[in-house]
C-alpha cells in the first residue's frame, strides 16, 4: 500500500462522516422551516374536482351541494369542528382572508350543530356558508384525515390545494396567496 | 436471570408472537359472515391509518380508522373485489395509504437498496481478494542485499 492509499483510507471515514453530518443538517433545517414533514399525506385529490355530496346546513342557513360549490367557486372550503384546537387558532387568519373578499364556506366535522353553533359565535365567523358533515362521510371523500383542512376550489370546480392543518400568516402568505393570484 | 437478559428475552418472545391483531373492540362493528369479516380484515391490514400513521386501519383506535372499516365492510358487501377497495383507498390518500409501497419508477430504489447493498459488498469483496491474490513484487537485487543483512543471514 502507498503512503497515499494509506492517507486515503484514513481520511475516508472523516469525508463520510461529514457527507452524512451535512445531510443531516440539512434534513433538519427542513424540518425547521417546514420544508420537509416526514408525517405529510400525499394530497391526491389536488387537480381532481370536487367529489359529489350533499350536506346540511348549520340552521338557520342552507346546506349545499357540489353543484352549488361550483356555481360559486373560486372559494375555500375549510373543514372545522369545535372540539379542535387548531381550528380555533386559525380563526384569526381565517377572518383575515374573509376581509380581504375571499369567499370561504365552511363544513363541520364530526360534531354536533349546536356545538359548531357556540365555537362560531365565540371565535367569528368567517364563513358565507356553513354545512355539517356530522358522520364525517364527505369529508373521506375529499381525502380528509383530521381537521383544520382547508381546499381551494377553483372556477372550473377543481381543487387545487389541500392544506392539512391550521393556516398561519406564513402558510397564507407562502402557499395560498400565490394560489390565489393564478385561480381567482 | 438478570434483569436486563429477562428483559432481552421477554421482547424477543413478544417478537416472536403474531401482533395483537385487531383494535375492533365493538364485535358489532365486525360482518356476521366469517368469510367476509376476514377478507375486510386482510384488506384493513394493508391499509395504513392516516391518523396514527404506523398503524393498520384494523389495529387503530383512531376515528378515521373506524370509518374506513365501516366503508371497507360495506364494499365487501357489496361485492367489490379486494382490488377496487385498495384503488377507492388510493384515489383519497395516496400510495401513502397503502403500508407496503407499490414497485414502480418512483420506488424503485427503495426495493432496489437490498439489491444494491448486496452489490456493493460482493465487489468490494471481490476487490480485495483480487487484489490479496495478486502475487507480490519479486525483490530487486538491492532490496535481497537489505533483507538478508537484516535477517543476519
Known amino acids: ?184 | 436471570m438478570t434483569r436486563p437478559a429477562r428483559a432481552a428475552l421477554a421482547l424477543c418472545l413478544a417478537l416472536l408472537l403474531p401482533p395483537a391483531a385487531h383494535a375492533i373492540g365493538d364485535p358489532g362493528e365486525m360482518l356476521a359472515n366469517p368469510a367476509q369479516e376476514q377478507r375486510a380484515e386482510r384488506i384493513g391490514e394493508q391499509l395504513r391509518c392516516l391518523v396514527c400513521q404506523n398503524e393498520s386501519i384494523e389495529q387503530s383506535n383512531a376515528g378515521l380508522a373506524r370509518d374506513l372499516r365501516r366503508i371497507i365492510r360495506q364494499q365487501v358487501v357489496a361485492g367489490k373485489t379486494d382490488e377496487q377497495i385498495i384503488h377507492w383507498m388510493v384515489a383519497r390518500y395516496g400510495d401513502f395509504v397503502l403500508l407496503k409501497p407499490p414497485f414502480d419508477p418512483s420506488t424503485l430504489l427503495l426495493w432496489g437498496a437490498p439489491v444494491l447493498a448486496v452489490g456493493a459488498g460482493a465487489a468490494a469483496i471481490l476487490l480485495v481478494r483480487r487484489r490479496s491474490a495478486a502475487a507480490p513484487v519479486p525483490l530487486s537485487e538491492e532490496e535481497r542485499k537489505q533483507a538478508s543483512e537484516l535477517l543476519g543471514r
Open chain 1, 1 to 184: 500500500m502507498t503512503p497515499l492509499q494509506r492517507r486515503a483510507l484514513l481520511l475516508a471515514p472523516f469525508g463520510f462522516a461529514a457527507i452524512g453530518g451535512s445531510a443531516m443538517w440539512v434534513l433538519l433545517e427542513r424540518l425547521r422551516d417546514g420544508a420537509y414533514d416526514p408525517h405529510a399525506v400525499p394530497d391526491p385529490m389536488v387537480g381532481k374536482p370536487v367529489p359529489h355530496f350533499a350536506l346540511p346546513g348549520l340552521q338557520p342557513g342552507s346546506g349545499f351541494d357540489t353543484a352549488e360549490v361550483l356555481k360559486h367557486a373560486p372559494l375555500l372550503l375549510n373543514f372545522f369542528a369545535s372540539w379542535c384546537l387548531p381550528c380555533a387558532q386559525e380563526a384569526t387568519e381565517l377572518m383575515r382572508l374573509k376581509q380581504r373578499g375571499l369567499p370561504i364556506w365552511g363544513v363541520v366535522y364530526k360534531d354536533k350543530p349546536d356545538a359548531a353553533a357556540a365555537f362560531l359565535k365565540q371565535n367569528g365567523n368567517p364563513y358565507r356558508r356553513v354545512a355539517v358533515d356530522e358522520p364525517g362521510r364527505v369529508a373521506i371523500d375529499f381525502g380528509l384525515y383530521g381537521v383544520p383542512e382547508t381546499y381551494l376550489v377553483d372556477r372550473q370546480g377543481i381543487l387545487r390545494w389541500r392544506w392539512a392543518g391550521g393556516l398561519s400568516p406564513s402558510v397564507v402568505r407562502d402557499w395560498l396567496t400565490p394560489l390565489l393570484k393564478t385561480y381567482t
